[in-house]
């Protein structure tokens, strides 16, 4: 096997070292110059250039030619005049044959440059950004909707929540009016009318934010894009009122400031600050962790206790014996 491999890379060695200095076989007029198969140079216009092909296919027209013989000859150089003139006619191809000429050696270069143009479709790059953003945006708003719903069904799925959403509906006198509606209907009828029920009251109640939160428009891509001018400005006015007011003028902070800083030591998104409990919120207020001193003995603190919580745990305590009887990465079989 590794012997074939040698000789296949032998064999594309010589292949590329052939053809290095000279015109490619399958690509643009192969081994002949399409300048002088049209009888112009590379300096030509455009003009010059379909002026002389047209002169030469009349010359070459196959149905000029009677004898059958003349007429495939004809026919083949007509071909060829025809796929010089369809390459040397289009600038971007004709800057491309023109690269191959000077940079000869550049094999794969060249073969790149020719199936790019060949292979690749027309289209207009506006309409290709277009189209990603449109279903980049669809997507994200479709997966926030799901995870929406999975937040929904989760809660519905839970007594607690189940329980306190009936109690809502009872007061409202929601439940009532439901158990009227369903009069009449058979059990799975009215298990489905319970169920809308309760669901609709904890959408209504139930606060949920991060990832989970029910989505907006203002999330999508394309309104990001559409809205990122003003996002840039107002962060900028942020910032320089922030090191204006708190920098130069050294005013407190106030509780909405504090919090930031604190967010932002403890290195967590807004979506994901913002799920705390307002509770845990002001503790972190209470004990002034936007002090950045202060903070760090806290969190210090924080990364003992969960040392010593860990070593104390039981699940742990037989990891650490197992590593220590038997090591890391080893393995052993048991003969019992």
């Known amino acids: 096997m590794a012997k074939e491999v040698v000789v296949a890379i032998l064999y594309l060695t010589f292949i590329v070292l052939s053809a290095n200095g000279q015109l490619l076989e399958g690509i643009y007029c192969g081994k002949l110059n399409c300048y002088d198969v049209l009888g112009v140079s590379r300096e030509a216009t455009k003009n010059e250039i379909a002026k002389s092909y047209r002169k030469l296919a009349k010359k070459y027209h196959p149905d000029l030619y009677r004898d059958i013989e003349e007429k495939l000859q004809a026919e083949e150089q007509f071909k060829v005049l025809a796929n010089a003139y369809e390459i040397l006619k289009d600038e971007e191809a004709r800057n ?45 708003y479709y997966s926030a909707w799901q995870r929406y719903e999975t937040a929904i069904k989760y809660f519905v ?21 439901a ?20 669901r609709t009251i904890i959408e209504e109640n139930m606060d949920i934010k991060g990832a989970y939160a029910k989505p907006t428009i203002y999330g999508i891509l394309w309104v990001r894009l559409f809205l990122l001018p003003f996002t840039i400005l107002y962060y900028a006015y942020w910032y320089t009122r922030w090191f204006l007011l708190h920098t130069i003028l050294r005013k407190p902070y106030t509780d909405e400031e504090k919090l930031y800083l604190i967010r932002k030591y403890l290195k967590m998104g ?12 002001k503790e972190y207020l209470d004990k002034e962790l936007w002090i950045r001193d202060k903070f760090k003995v806290w969190h210090k603190e924080k990364e003992d206790e969960a040392k010593k919580q860990l070593a104390e745990n039981s699940r742990y305590k037989q990891y650490r014996r197992y590593l220590k009887n038997h090591g890391v990465g080893r393995m052993t079989f048991d003969d019992s």
């Open 270 to 281: 807004e979506q994901q600050f913002s799920v705390l409990e307002d509770s845990e919120k």
């Open 96 to 140: 491309d044959y023109d690269y191959m000429l000077d940079h000869p050696d550049e094999y794969y270069a060249n073969y790149y440059r020719y199936y790019r143009r060949k292979v690749a479709p027309k289209v207009d790059v506006r309409i290709v950004i277009f189209v990603t953003i449109s279903v980049i945006s669809i997507i994200q």
């Open 179 to 198: 158990q009227k509606k369903s009069k009449g209907k058979n059990k799975a009828e009215q298990k489905e009318e319970m169920e809308l029920v309760i």
């Open 157 to 177: 799925s839970l007594p607690k929540y189940r329980n306190r959403a009936l109690d809502i509906a009872q007061q409202k006198g929601i439940l009532q009016n």
